[in-house]
């Protein structure tokens, strides 16, 4: 049972540039959640895509965007790329339970993102 | 808002037990998580509590809650140099249309000396 992918493993870009962050979830997930974790820091979340459409977001500019596809996979794309980006993107999926309980979430293993 | 906060730091020696300790602050129908990161990667999850629960134990790890003082502690028995890792504490609200993002601590560098 393949876990969480993620692709590229690194990744570095200059100022100004878009960059295109991909993710596969855990087989049986239909929601895929994005973090960002800079150096030292806990993951701060992103978004999170259910049924091809972002269904919450967290603190982030409209720089961030995302898309889920029909077989749950899904990108994250960053445009004009600043210095601060620099961090591990992090890919979760869930199964969504509703009231059931928890959508625990599983992690892949993350894309370094390195903007010079 | 939800809020978590860790200590930044633990060592312990091999063969004795670990005690990483997290607050937070959401109150009702909260879920409570403990992941695991390696230097360079992802995230593995170790274990999860329901607010409704004071304790859970899985073989090494023993979670304790404190819903009183909103305060949640992991514990590894016997630990090992593998064990050596950053472990973030996270809280997630359950609400009836899904859970709330998690929100995570800033994480405990745990230090294993053989």
């Known amino acids: 049972d393949a876990g969480v992918t993620q692709s590229p493993t690194h990744l570095i870009k200059t100022r100004g540039q878009q960059v295109t962050l991909r993710c596969s979830p855990k087989s049986g997930h239909d929601t895929v959640s994005w973090y960002q974790q800079a150096l030292g820091q806990g993951p701060q979340f992103i978004f999170q895509y259910y049924e091809e459409e972002e269904r919450q977001r967290g603190n982030f500019p409209d720089r961030f965007s995302g898309h889920q596809f029909p077989n749950y996979s899904s990108e994250l794309n960053v445009n004009a790329l600043l210095l601060g980006d620099s961090a591990l993107y992090l890919c979760?999926?869930?199964?969504?339970?509703?009231?059931?309980?928890?959508?625990?979430?599983?992690f892949g293993p993350g894309t370094r993102l390195t903007v010079l | 808002g939800e809020d978590v906060e860790q200590s930044l730091f633990l060592s312990v020696r091999e063969g004795d037990s670990s005690v990483i300790n997290c607050t937070y602050t959401?109150?009702?129908?909260?879920?409570l998580y403990w992941y695991k990161q390696e230097p360079g990667a992802g995230l593995q999850l170790l274990t999860y509590i329901f607010s409704n629960m004071d304790m859970k134990q899985d073989q090494r790890l023993t979670v304790l809650l404190n819903k009183k003082d909103k305060h949640l502690s992991l514990r590894i028995a016997d630990t090992q140099t593998g064990d050596s890792a950053i472990y973030f504490c996270?809280?997630?609200?359950?609400?009836?249309?899904?859970?709330?993002?998690?929100?995570f601590g800033k994480g405990t560098r745990l230090s294993v000396i053989a």
């Open positions: 996270a809280e997630s609200t359950l609400l009836n249309s899904g859970n709330t993002p998690l929100v």
């Open positions: 959401d109150s009702s129908s909260t879920y």
């Open positions: 979760a999926s869930s199964l969504r339970r509703g009231w059931r309980g928890t959508d625990t979430q599983y």
